[in-house]
């Protein structure tokens, strides 16, 4: 089992270019989430999608876009991207937006940018 | 502000020895509180979770001491093994299930 996939897995982006990082879950699960991981701040809340069809700002939703493409795909867009999204993202899942449901997270996308 | 405080930010301990992290939270519309473990070049992973209506909640070798007067959690990990070296995340949510995560421990445990 696949679980949560994230492309790429590393990526070099020059400051005010752009990139869609790619994500894709195969279990069925109706919620998926963006988080940024930083040293030192943990992991923070980008954008999440509850369900199929709506999508909401997390804690840090600024020079993000977000795209939930179908049931299984969360795009997330860097439309100019900037040294202080150098960061590793993360794609995670859960069956629902419940509290307390486990929260799957891909392997992880590690972006700098120059 | 941070929501959730995570301490110590690294820990080092002897091999059979007892882990330790601790963390607070201020919201206490909280329900659900969770630890991560990560690996290097790995996503995190639910290690344990415990809901504020127990005050103590036990797998295996890791176990979570939950205090809803003082609003602090805390993780123990009894026998550390050097394959438990990693980092670890205390985290908590509430409605949307959108998890608040700590700052991170980042464990070594010495053979």
């Known amino acids: 089992n696949a679980g949560v996939t994230q492309t790429p897995k590393f990526q070099v982006l020059k400051t005010g270019q752009s990139m869609t990082l790619q994500c894709a879950q195969d279990?069925?699960?109706?919620?998926m989430y963006w988080y940024r991981q930083d040293p030192g701040m943990g992991l923070r809340l980008i954008y999440y999608?509850?369900?199929?069809?709506?999508?909401d700002k997390g804690e840090v939703p600024n020079g993000y876009n977000v795209s939930r493409l179908n049931k299984r795909e969360f795009s997330l867009r860097l439309e100019s991207a900037a040294p202080s999204q150098t960061s590793v993202y993360f794609c995670?899942?859960?069956?629902?937006?419940?509290?307390?449901?486990?929260?799957?997270f891909g392997e992880g996308s590690w972006l700098t940018v120059v | 502000q941070q929501q959730v405080k995570q301490s110590p930010q690294s820990l080092i301990v002897q091999k059979g020895g007892i882990s330790i992290i601790n963390c607070a939270y201020e919201?206490?519309?909280?329900?659900?509180f969770p630890w991560y473990q990560q690996f290097p070049g790995k996503g995190p992973a639910l290690l344990i979770a415990?809901?504020?209506?127990?005050s103590e909640k036990k797998e295996g070798r890791f176990t979570i001491s939950f205090n809803k007067s003082a609003k602090q959690f805390s993780l123990h990990i009894m026998d550390s093994q050097p394959g438990d070296s990693a980092t670890y995340f205390c985290?908590?949510?509430?409605?949307?299930?959108?998890?608040?995560f700590g700052a991170g421990t980042i464990l070594r445990v010495k053979s």
């Open positions: 919201n206490t519309a909280f329900d659900y």
């Open positions: 995670a899942s859960s069956e629902t937006a419940n509290s307390g449901n486990t929260i799957y």
């Open positions: 999608s509850a369900s199929e069809g709506t999508t």
């Open positions: 279990m069925n699960h109706n919620s």
């Open positions: 415990i809901r504020p209506d127990v």
């Open positions: 985290a908590a949510s509430r409605y949307g299930n959108k998890l608040v």
